[in-house]
């Protein structure tokens, strides 16, 4: 498929989940699994690190101050994430400790761009 055949946002995805496993290879997690799909869920990044499974949300956006990444990874977007890591934990029959992270990717220009880790973002109540 031509690339003219997505939409600005879809590129942005799709080059802020890039950005973001480039940053994981480059901080030494493995990763496992992209755009691993449960259903109508997806989870953007599965991978690991010191014997720990992580589950990534990746945002990307251009630089705007109005951007809130609370709104975008809300209680709601936390349990679609929750429910497809239980489902990969149980179909994969894994038994390790797992945490919830999500990377933000700022484009500030067209080459340049800042990434936001943040591990740990959320927990299984």
Excluded at 29 to 51: H, L, M, P, S
Excluded at 69 to 77: F, I, R
Aim: charged share 30%; glycine share 4%.
């Amino acid at each position: 498929m031509e690339e003219n055949h997505f939409t600005e946002s879809q590129l942005l995805g799709r080059d802020g989940e890039q950005i973001a496993a480039d940053y994981l290879v480059f901080a030494g997690y493995k990763i496992i699994e992209r755009n691993w799909v449960c259903g109508r869920y997806e989870i953007d990044i599965i991978c690991t690190k010191d014997d720990e499974l992580v589950f990534v949300e990746v945002k990307s956006h251009n630089k705007n101050p109005f951007f809130n990444l609370g709104n975008m990874v809300n209680t709601e977007k936390q349990r679609k994430i929750i429910y497809s890591a239980n489902k990969y934990i149980h179909l994969h029959r894994l038994d390790m400790n797992a945490r919830f992270d999500i990377i933000e990717v700022s484009f500030t220009s067209d080459d340049e761009f800042e990434v936001n880790h943040i591990t740990d973002a959320f927990y299984v109540s």
